[in-house]
């Protein structure tokens, strides 16, 4: 089992970027996924979710900004990030739980990407 976040890089302010959690060793159908992120020095905070059924939430920094999406087929959970600012420079981690309706209770984590917002 395994969640392998990509996409991370650094950015001006105001630029973009689409992270990618691609997922191996389970389906995501059956999962909620989540991105998280951790700046340094501060203690990781979710930043949005999606339910097995396309539900979103978003924390309110990010609402408007973010824009959480899954692919089932292809295994993967995105994020897009717009008009970014410097105070999301932080490591982005997805985030799967679940099988909702299923068997078990299983919480899985990749291994983050770094995001750095900055002239």
């Known amino acids: 089992v395994q969640l392998v976040e990509s996409g991370g890089g650094l950015v001006q302010p105001g630029g973009s970027l689409r992270l990618s959690c691609a997922a191996s060793?389970?389906?995501?159908?059956?999962?909620?996924l989540k991105w998280y992120r951790q700046a340094p020095e501060k203690e990781r905070e979710l930043v949005a979710s999606?339910?097995?059924?396309?539900?979103?939430n978003y924390a309110a920094s990010m609402e408007g900004r973010f824009t959480i999406s899954r692919d089932n087929a292809k295994n993967t959970v995105y994020l897009q990030m717009n008009s970014l600012k410097p105070e999301d420079t932080a490591v982005y981690f997805c985030?799967?739980?679940?099988?909702?309706?299923?068997?078990?209770?299983?919480?899985?984590w990749g291994q983050g990407t770094q995001v750095t917002v900055s002239s």
């Open positions: 985030n799967a739980q679940g099988p909702i309706g299923g068997i078990g209770d299983y919480d899985y």
């Open positions: 060793g389970f389906f995501i159908s059956k999962y909620v």
């Open positions: 999606i339910t097995t059924g396309g539900r979103e």
